[in-house]
């Protein structure tokens, strides 16, 4: 397909689209790898030649056709992006092209070119790769608002993090220590160490009561609790809240597997927000969605978020946030990508390179040539 007289930036005849459909709920295996056009930028829009997407929790939940608002099958996933501006549409600069940018999308990710707004894009700093910025783009948002504009935390104050070791969490530990707030953090043993190094204490998600170790390391309360786990772990997070503290709940993943609505696990805790904001004891509590807002205020919604992710930004050039790449894969092998992230036995984001990247080693999944 040929660039209009409306576009400017590189001839796309010679390139293809590459891009996963997911076509329902599907096994991993059961994701569609296409090829096509690659897509032309309309008034306001710009193609960007992916260089780096993820795999998140939202993926995963969408294959199962349990995240909450998802389009209808079939549909291209991928939560967020990284890559090279391609070509830009009637109405941008068309100084835009060739900068590299990271961009929050929802849907549409994994694929090698990506139609988006300009006014979406975020530059990444000169000497932030492509797999390094990806790691905090929806992570790193989804932290630094959790943490800063809702929790508001503040030095010397303590929180609680489930799942201090998984996307949103890794980020969510290293941000607060850099806003010199003290963590606790729930995770699986095997995490600890790590955790420890980070200066977190950490606690076994799965001790029996973990309320009770929680305090004996808080006995107020904790100043802040995030948890994406949803169901009862969520009124036990309220209950650890210190006089004037706030809960974050941003995700049901104890409901991951659950037949039925994809809407009643998150309309549950909703329920519960509305009903203890209503509760006369200081304290609040927050259902944390990435998009709220952008229906009601898209200008303040994309000011926000380009501010919030160049603060994110700086904290990864200046060392307090670390990009945790668990490995780097190929489109082609997305199945591979979706298994690894969803196994539970790697710390840092699966991140999916256009196929004519080199991948990194999968030891786990890739299988041992014969003797």
Not at 50 to 56: D, L, R
Not at 213 to 240: I, K, M, Q, Y
Not at 307 to 321: H, K, S
Request: charged share 20%.
């Amino acid at each position: 397909m040929n660039n209009t007289d409306s576009t400017h930036g590189a001839d796309s005849t010679t390139e293809a689209l590459v891009e996963v459909v997911l076509p329902g709920k599907v096994e991993p295996e059961g994701l569609e790898v296409r090829h096509g056009s690659v897509p032309v930028a309309g008034p306001g829009q710009v193609v960007v030649r992916m260089e780096a997407t993820g795999v998140s929790f939202a993926e995963q939940q969408m294959r199962r056709g349990k995240y909450y608002d998802q389009p209808p099958f079939p549909f291209v996933p991928g939560y967020d992006l990284v890559g090279t501006v391609q070509s830009t549409g009637a109405g941008v600069e068309p100084g835009l092209v060739g900068t590299r940018v990271a961009a929050l999308v929802k849907v549409g990710g994994w694929a090698s070119h990506v139609l988006v707004d300009a006014a979406d894009v975020v530059p990444v700093p000169e000497g932030i790769g492509a797999a390094e910025a990806e790691t905090v783009v929806v992570n790193g948002i989804t932290a630094w608002q959790m943490l800063h504009r809702k929790a508001r935390v503040r030095a010397g104050q303590t929180i609680l993090v489930h799942g201090a070791n998984g996307g949103v969490g890794t980020v969510l530990v290293q941000l607060a220590h850099a806003a010199g707030v003290h963590v606790i953090g729930t995770a699986s043993p095997r995490h600890h160490d790590a955790l420890r190094e980070q200066g977190v204490e950490p606690i076994d998600y799965r001790t029996p009561d973990l309320a009770a170790r929680v305090r004996e390391l808080s006995p107020r309360g904790v100043d802040a609790v995030f948890d994406h786990v949803g169901g009862p772990s969520v009124v036990r997070s309220w209950h650890l809240l210190a006089p004037g503290g706030t809960l974050v709940s941003y995700g049901s993943a104890s409901t991951r597997d659950d037949e039925g609505s994809k809407q009643l696990p998150v309309l549950k805790i909703l329920g519960r927000v509305w009903t203890w904001n209503a509760l006369p004891n200081g304290r609040h509590a927050y259902f944390f969605n990435v998009w709220a807002g952008r229906a009601l205020s898209k200008n303040k919604f994309r000011a926000q978020l380009s501010a919030d992710l160049t603060q994110v930004f700086a904290a990864l050039e200046r060392g307090e946030v670390n990009a945790r790449i668990a490995a780097q894969l190929p489109l082609a092998r997305v199945s591979d990508a979706v298994r690894l992230a969803e196994s539970g036995t790697v710390a840092g984001k699966v991140v999916l390179v256009p196929c004519r990247a080199v991948p990194s080693p999968l030891p786990h999944l890739v299988r041992k040539a014969p003797p």
